[in-house]
């Protein structure tokens, strides 16, 4: 499917600036920071990031998440790596079939009306667009090898035509959520799971492969006509493209459990190697009015709304980067004239002739996003040279452009 036109981004060498440093970033897994310094190919760093469920438009909690990741890549370029990505869209699942249903609309066109909302909304946003950007119902075949292979290797069985996995088949499930039993079920119950389905080898075992219902799209594979259970589009479109034991998966922290957990777990049974990926990386949630901004709870700041209201992007940008990745927090109104305020006072002292040594401001900017994506650091290293402490404008504003995806 096609992404959305990245802007360009200034290489900060052709300003005499060298080269970045690869970042560290915290692994979920491992509860540590990890350097992500590219293992495999070499120079090429390999992110997947999970895509919307494309049934109500970008609200401002998934242009947190996509600005974090657009924040690694940037770091990543800019420490000279090339960066494959890849990012998915779930373009078929159950809630996007049911709001599909209630406006009386047909299930694609939602898909393709909102799928095209969100690329204008990353493109306002300035977020560096995926390499490959896959709709779930394009991978239809890469989940049916997936399934295969876990029949395979004795990791499925059939309850009533639906194929679920035996989480059982993977020794090494748990642990990037590290939860206990209880907590696990609930967060299946809560998460698109079905823990209390009556005749599952364990409530926690989840959908591969789902027989079709009378009315919904199915697509033919060998274990009947159905459609794919959630987690496998992801587990099947990181290895086609990324290949086993890519540096960065990525998504919300609302994915760690079940989704992450059980994507890498068929991973690493249906393709017999591990680890599915290097580091889990996870962005907080962003709330409104003390709850997770959700489609589903319909409590949503649109990234489309605020842009028809005039708001420029780059300063919805900068209220998005003020808050460390890893961070939940609330959206207020207050944040995005704070961020306003900040994009004014950096665009007059891009304006002016400072000149000075910018090597300092940026080696604090690149020293800031190594360490984890620091970026509410990053921004008050930008807003001390705004204050006029020093740094040639041409170069604080290619690396603004470049580190921080905001142009002057
Ligand atoms: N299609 C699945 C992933 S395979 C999905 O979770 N779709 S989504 O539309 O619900 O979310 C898209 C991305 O935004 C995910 O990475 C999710 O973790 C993230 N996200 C959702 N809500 C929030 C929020 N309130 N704050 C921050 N990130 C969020
Ligand atoms: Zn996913």
């Known amino acids: 499917m096609r992404a959305w036109a990245s802007p360009p981004v200034p290489a900060l060498t052709d300003h005499g600036l060298g080269i970045g440093r690869v970042p560290q970033v915290h692994d979920t897994a491992s509860g540590s920071l990890i350097e992500l310094a590219p293992v495999g190919t070499p120079g090429l760093a390999r992110m997947y990031v999970c895509g919307i469920t494309p049934y109500d438009a970008t609200h401002l909690g998934h242009a947190a998440t996509y600005v974090a990741f657009d924040t690694l890549q940037r770091v990543w370029r800019d420490a000279g790596l090339r960066v494959a990505y890849t990012q998915n869209v779930t373009d078929i699942d ?51 090898d997936v399934v295969q292979r876990l029949a395979a290797a004795g990791a499925t069985y059939v309850l009533d035509g639906d194929v679920y996995f035996d989480v059982h088949a993977d020794s090494g499930f748990g642990a990037i959520s590290h939860h206990d039993e209880a907590t696990m079920r609930a967060l299946s119950a809560e998460r698109g799971g079905d823990p209390d389905r009556a005749g599952k080898r364990d409530p926690l075992d989840c959908l591969l492969w789902l027989a079709a219902r009378p009315g919904e799209p199915a697509w033919d594979s060998p274990f009947g006509t159905g459609r794919p259970g959630w987690h496998t589009e992801c587990t099947a479109l990181a290895v086609e493209h990324l290949g086993m034991g890519f540096d960065a998966q990525g998504g919300g922290n609302d994915l760690v459990f ?143 452009d470049a580190l921080l995806g905001v142009r002057l």
């Open 258 to 400: 079940p989704h992450h957990e059980m994507s890498a777990s068929q991973a690493q049974v249906a393709f017999g190697t591990r680890p599915f990926a290097r580091a889990y990386v996870h962005a907080g949630m962003v709330g409104l009015d003390g709850q997770k901004m959700s489609k589903s709870r319909g409590n949503l700041v649109l990234v489309s709304r605020l842009l028809h209201q005039g708001y420029d992007p780059a300063a919805i940008r900068l209220a998005l980067l003020a808050h460390h990745y890893r961070a939940d927090w609330q959206w207020t109104e207050d944040a995005l004239g704070a961020a306003e305020q900040r994009l004014t006072s950096w665009r007059k002292a891009a304006g002016s002739s400072a000149a000075g040594d910018s090597a300092t401001v940026v080696a604090r900017l690149r020293t800031a996003l190594a360490d984890d994506l620091d970026t509410p650091r990053a921004l008050t290293v930008v807003d001390r040279w705004a204050d006029g402490r020093g740094g040639a404008v041409g170069e604080v504003v290619a690396a603004c």
């Open 94 to 144: 159950d809630p996007l079939l049911e709001r599909a249903a209630r406006d009386g609309l047909d299930w694609r066109h939602l898909g393709a009306r909102e799928i095209d909302l969100f690329r204008s909304d990353m493109q306002a946003l300035r977020v560096l667009a995926p390499d490959r950007f896959v709709a779930v119902t394009e991978t239809v075949d890469l989940v049916i």
